[in-house]
């Protein structure tokens, strides 16, 4: 982490401001509410480099697709999240003298984002000609109120000033990642609220060649503030009020700014500016403190179900507390209409509402973090967008679902060749979720509906991307790009084949366990099943003679070496290094092979993810944030607790250190939930394919690490510490679980001295 910033269990804090690292501090104090979210920027003008960020969930743009030459199926457009209107703009000044930190000298800054509370602080003192100016601000967005957020800004100069500020609603902006550098929006009205103390914008997003629907966004604010009302401004795309008054010296002008913003997702668009204009009212009468209360107390309940504690290591603890407070940011469940974005509210590089990341990584926290609920908006998610996956796997010829790499609305809007119709295996994570879901809750209830439609989908796309090799027997898939992107068009990818065959195998298990009737609906004849069978028995895996399973057909004609081997100026080598130069190394981005052996552990025993891990993860650069956790996990089971502990320092303290260099477009968010993985499934070595266990340990220098879970209905507090382990029940029904390879009840409370294991 930069000198500027300190490690705390419950804030980020950032003591000196450094022009440099603008952009990257901005995305570190992101805020959000599941609903909408922006970055860190300042409320006042900034002249200096920096990303001005206000995104909507649900709220996106068909870019069109650059491409050389045209491809038959390829997507034609690549769908962004796009920046909308800036909420919570202000104009200061002092003496007809513009505030702004980009220019006047700053002689004091402190800013710190409070994640308990979910609330961001600044206070900067500026030094002008005429003499020092104190600047206070703070902002949140509402967990209480998915519309609504909140700023007080107060202005202290040392000298007898005037004070003017213009509150205004912005709607001309643009994206960073424009293909064309366009504009996306187009203004459609602006004006001030009847009581003068307000105003409103409403914007829609442009029209599009693609078919894909326009959204129309209204903000409105109040403001309030002992400051006279001077004049108003209404242009085309901005909306302003303006306040003055005269301040002695030493004494401070302050202003309310409350934002309400309203989209036609959920409203028409003729009620747009009345739904956020009455918004407001309603807010401004609770007014800021209190608005700010039942913020602060929204927060405190979810903390209350998802924080872990650790003690003896306080960056470990700061790390995982913001992670957690930016996946809570991103998503609440309310919507299923929402998914989890890989940069969630905080910056718009990769575009599309969801990736694989979501099932694959987030959906494990959320399923044990905030219940049963939640995760079938997940899921729902995806059997909704069905249609789109058909459509997808229709592009490239082919029968069945191929769910997307990028996606808002199901149908693939990725721009790049090698990931959007090579990275196959995204199906896979899709039918893990389901089985993860079902092993996890004991609800079959979804695998027999919903889920069932989704696996038929999905086995049938990969029964028809197979072909069968009469030299071996056997059937392959060539052609494809693993989770390890630093590796495009390869032929027989471990993990490729192996979670295919595995989909396919789940999905005859769970349609010959449905319920007759709806197996009747499905109509699955026993000439495709034999075909899907005959494919999950005879799947070709390339694999050395020792077992270590080889990643493709031709990854041992490379030259190998270890990570280790690289010069420091390599790293991290997608900056640094050709692409043609990444692709013909064995260098890998992320878990491959291991990602197998993580998802479908139950079917593999300790000496093989030990022989694989020793072969893969030397020559693993972790350039992916997806990459640390998973390895860390297979690192504790397989008894490498130093190197668990080293890799979990990596994943959740990724962006607060700046690992990967690329912080400042905006957090890794899908990843974030790894380090959760880590905690429960590495350190606590909880498991849930075949019913409850752990497997626990204490990391070196740590004293103690707890978490909560929901699991069937029941609520447990683990513990561990340097004297042992101890389970509380916290709700429910009493239970049998393994601990340790010991069969207990967890009745009330259970625990066990280390030195007796």
């Given at each position: 982490m930069s000198s500027n910033f300190q490690i705390h269990p419950w804030k980020v804090i950032q003591t000196a401001f450094d022009p440099g690292e603008q952009r990257f501090a901005e995305s570190l104090m992101s805020l959000g509410n599941g609903t909408m979210g922006l970055r860190g920027n300042f409320e006042e003008y900034y002249s200096g480099d920096h990303h001005q960020g206000t995104y909507i969930g649900g709220v996106w743009f068909p870019d069109k697709t650059r491409v050389g030459w045209w491809k038959n199926g390829y997507p034609r457009y690549f769908g962004k999240v796009i920046?909308?209107?800036?909420?919570?703009?202000?104009?200061?000044?002092?003496?007809?003298?513009?505030?702004?930190?980009?220019?006047?000298?700053?002689?004091?800054?402190?800013?710190?984002?409070?994640?308990?509370?979910?609330?961001?602080?600044?206070?900067?003192?500026?030094?002008?000609?005429?003499?020092?100016?104190?600047?206070?601000?703070?902002?949140?967005?509402?967990?209480?109120?998915?519309?609504?957020?909140?700023?007080?800004?107060?202005?202290?100069?040392?000298?007898?000033?005037?004070?003017?500020?213009?509150?205004?609603?912005?709607?001309?902006?643009h994206n960073e990642?424009?293909?064309?550098?366009?504009?996306?929006?187009?203004?459609?009205?602006?004006?001030?609220?009847?009581?003068?103390?307000?105003?409103?914008?409403?914007?829609?997003?442009?029209?599009?060649?693609?078919?894909?629907?326009?959204?129309?966004?209204?903000?409105?604010?109040?403001?309030?503030?002992?400051?006279?009302?001077?004049?108003?401004?209404?242009?085309?795309?901005?909306?302003?009020?303006?306040?003055?008054?005269?301040?002695?010296?030493?004494?401070?002008?302050?202003?309310?700014?409350?934002?309400?913003?309203?989209?036609?997702?959920?409203?028409?668009?003729?009620?747009?500016v009345h739904r956020a204009?009455?918004?407001?009212?309603?807010?401004?009468?609770?007014?800021?403190?209190?608005?700010?209360?039942?913020?602060?107390?929204?927060?405190?309940?979810?903390?209350?179900?998802?924080?872990?504690?650790?003690?003896?290591?306080?960056?470990?603890?700061?790390?995982?507390?913001f992670?957690?407070?930016?996946?809570?940011?991103?998503?609440?469940?309310?919507?299923?209409?929402?998914?989890?974005?890989?940069?969630?509210?905080?910056?718009?590089?990769?575009?599309?509402?969801?990736?694989?990341?979501?099932?694959?990584?987030?959906?494990?926290?959320?399923?044990?973090?905030?219940?049963?609920?939640?995760?079938?908006?997940?899921?729902?998610?995806?059997?909704?967008?069905?249609?789109?996956?058909?459509?997808?796997?229709?592009?490239?010829?082919?029968?069945?679902?191929?769910?997307?790499?990028?996606?808002?609305?199901?149908?693939?809007?990725?721009?790049?060749?090698?990931?959007?119709?090579?990275?196959?295996?995204?199906?896979?994570?899709?039918?893990?979720?389901?089985?993860?879901?079902?092993?996890?809750?004991?609800?079959t209830s979804y695998l027999y509906n919903e889920g069932l439609d989704v696996l038929l989908g999905i086995a049938r796309f990969w029964a028809g991307r197979v072909h069968f090799n009469e030299r071996t027997g056997r059937y392959m898939i060539h052609g494809v790009t693993g989770p390890n992107e630093y590796e495009n068009n390869v032929n027989n990818n471990w993990y490729t084949n192996r979670i295919a065959a595995w989909c396919l195998a789940y999905f005859l298990q769970s349609?010959?366990?449905?319920?007759?009737?709806?197996?009747?609906?499905?109509?699955?004849?026993?000439?495709?099943?034999?075909?899907?069978?005959?494919?999950?028995?005879r799947m070709y895996y390339p694999e050395m003679a020792d077992g270590t399973f080889i990643q493709h057909d031709t990854f041992l004609d490379k030259e190998l070496m270890p990570a280790a081997a690289l010069k420091p100026e390599d790293r991290p080598l997608n900056q640094n290094w050709s692409w043609d130069r990444i692709l013909r190394s064995c260098f890998i981005k992320q878990a491959d092979v291991l990602q197998g052996l993580y998802f479908l552990g139950h079917l593999y025993d300790r000496d093989q993810k030990k022989r694989n891990f020793d072969f893969y993860e030397p020559m693993t650069v972790h350039e992916s944030s997806l990459s640390p956790c998973v390895h860390a996990i297979l690192a504790a089971e397989i008894g490498y607790e130093d190197k668990a502990v080293e890799l979990y320092h990596r994943t959740a303290r990724l962006d607060l250190d700046n690992i990967n260099n690329d912080t400042e477009d905006g957090l890794h968010v899908t990843s974030m939930s790894g380090s959760w993985l880590v905690i429960a499934q590495g350190f606590a070595g909880m498991r849930t394919a075949c019913g409850l266990s752990f497997r626990p340990f204490l990391p070196a220098g740590w004293t103690s690490y707890s978490f909560r879970f929901i699991y069937r209905g029941r609520v447990i507090r683990f513990e561990m510490n340097r004297d042992g382990v101890r389970l509380l029940l916290l709700s429910g029904e009493p239970m049998n679980l393994t601990m340790w390879d010991e069969d207990i009840l967890l009745n009330d409370e259970w625990s066990k001295r280390r030195d007796l294991v």
């Open positions: 920046n909308a209107m800036n909420l919570i703009g202000l104009d200061v000044h002092v003496n007809d003298v513009r505030l702004d930190a980009g220019e006047m000298e700053v002689v004091r800054f402190y800013r710190e984002l409070d994640m308990q509370s979910g609330i961001l602080r600044r206070s900067m003192v500026l030094a002008t000609r005429q003499g020092l100016i104190e600047v206070q601000a703070e902002r949140f967005v509402s967990m209480a109120d998915g519309a609504c957020m909140a700023l007080r800004f107060e202005v202290t100069p040392s000298f007898d000033a005037n004070i003017r500020i213009a509150a205004f609603l912005d709607g001309e902006v990642d424009s293909n064309y550098e366009e504009t996306f929006w187009e203004h459609l009205a602006s004006g001030i609220m009847e009581e003068g103390q307000g105003a409103f914008l409403l914007s829609t997003t442009k029209d599009n060649p693609f078919d894909t629907p326009r959204f129309a966004v209204a903000g409105a604010f109040a403001a309030n503030t002992r400051m006279s009302r001077v004049g108003e401004a209404i242009e085309d795309g901005r909306v302003s009020l303006v306040f003055e008054e005269a301040v002695p010296a030493g004494k401070k002008a302050t202003l309310d700014k409350i934002i309400h913003v309203a989209t036609d997702r959920d409203h028409p668009q003729e009620e747009l204009s009455s918004g407001v009212r309603a807010s401004a009468g609770i007014g800021y403190e209190g608005l700010k209360a039942l913020h602060a107390a929204a927060w405190a309940h979810k903390w209350d179900s998802a924080d872990v504690t650790i003690e003896g290591d306080e960056a470990a603890q700061q790390g995982i507390r992670n957690l407070f930016h996946l809570l940011c991103t998503y609440t469940g309310d919507d299923a209409r929402l998914n989890i974005g890989p940069k969630g509210f905080t910056g718009e590089k990769y575009g599309g509402a969801t990736y694989w990341d979501t099932e694959a990584y987030c959906f494990p926290v959320y399923l044990a973090t905030a219940g049963e609920e939640v995760a079938r908006q997940l899921l729902h998610y995806r059997h909704q967008q069905l249609p789109g996956a058909y459509h997808n796997a229709a592009q490239q010829g082919l029968p069945g679902a191929l769910y997307p790499m990028v996606t808002f609305n199901g149908i693939e809007c990725h721009n790049e060749w090698e990931i959007t119709f090579m990275e196959l295996h995204r199906n896979g994570a899709i039918a893990h979720a389901i089985d993860h879901y079902t092993t996890y809750t004991g609800d349609y010959e366990g449905a319920p007759a009737g709806r197996r009747e609906e499905l109509a699955v004849g026993e000439e495709e099943r034999s075909l899907m069978r005959r494919i999950a028995e």
